[in-house]
């Protein structure tokens, strides 16, 4: 099992660029989640989903959006790049109830010039 | 806001000394959890707590759930170069996992 599989690993982008985050997991988890990591700022949680088809929102989601079109993936979109998005971006996934365990990828480091 | 505060932001202890950090909510928990991140890694569990005054232990570490279920701390007994890490706390909070900012905690041999 190779658990949460995140692509790509580390990207820079132009501000205005836009691209797409793919987290992908292989243990048939209901519930993902996008989470970002700043310095002093812990995880923040942008969007998740609690099943195939569904999304909502987390504490931080301007200028992101999401797709889970199929449960195995859950994808997060930039559609204009800013430098305030430069982050750490992990992506996790859980059984279906929300006090279950989470699951990590390995993060995209993301850097906006 | 951060409605799950962690604190200290940083500990640097030497090696053999013990470690706590401590979590704390305006609001009461459902549950919870505890996480450890390595240098340069992902966050990965490492238990729940979801009773009141619970208490847990792994090895050298203690986890606590306040009466009140509105704290948690995590205790390192004699620290070894292998706890090196960030260690958050993430309460569930309206159904939501709410994470703190972490203690990032340094050992010196």
């Known amino acids: 099992n190779a658990g949460v599989t995140q692509t790509p690993k580390f990207r820079v982008l132009k501000t205005g660029q836009s691209m797409t985050l793919l987290c992908a997991q292989d243990?048939?988890?209901?519930?993902m989640y996008w989470y970002r990591q700043d310095p002093g700022m812990g995880l923040r949680l942008i969007h998740y989903s609690v099943g195939e088809g569904t999304t909502a929102k987390g504490e931080v989601p301007d200028g992101y959006n999401v797709s889970r079109l199929k449960k195995q993936n859950f994808l997060l979109g930039l559609e204009s790049a800013a430098p305030s998005q430069t982050s750490v971006y992990f992506c996790?996934?859980?059984?279906?109830?929300?006090?279950?365990?989470?699951?990590f990828g390995d993060g995209t480091r993301l850097s906006i010039l | 806001g951060q409605q799950v505060m962690q604190i200290p932001q940083y500990q640097h202890v030497q090696e053999g000394e013990d470690f706590t950090t401590y979590c704390n909510s305006s609001t009461t928990l459902s549950n919870i959890q505890w996480y450890k991140q390595r240098p340069g890694g992902h966050p990965v569990f490492l238990i729940q707590l979801v009773k009141s005054g619970e208490v847990k232990k792994q090895k050298r570490l203690t986890f606590q759930f306040g009466e009140a279920k509105k704290n948690s701390s995590l205790h390192i007994t004699a620290t070894q170069t292998t706890d090196v890490g960030t260690y958050f706390c993430a309460g569930l909070l309206g159904g939501k996992l709410i994470f703190g900012q972490g203690t990032e905690l340094s050992v010196k041999p």
């Open positions: 996790a996934s859980s059984y279906g109830t929300r006090n279950q365990p989470q699951h």
């Open positions: 243990m048939n988890h209901e519930y």
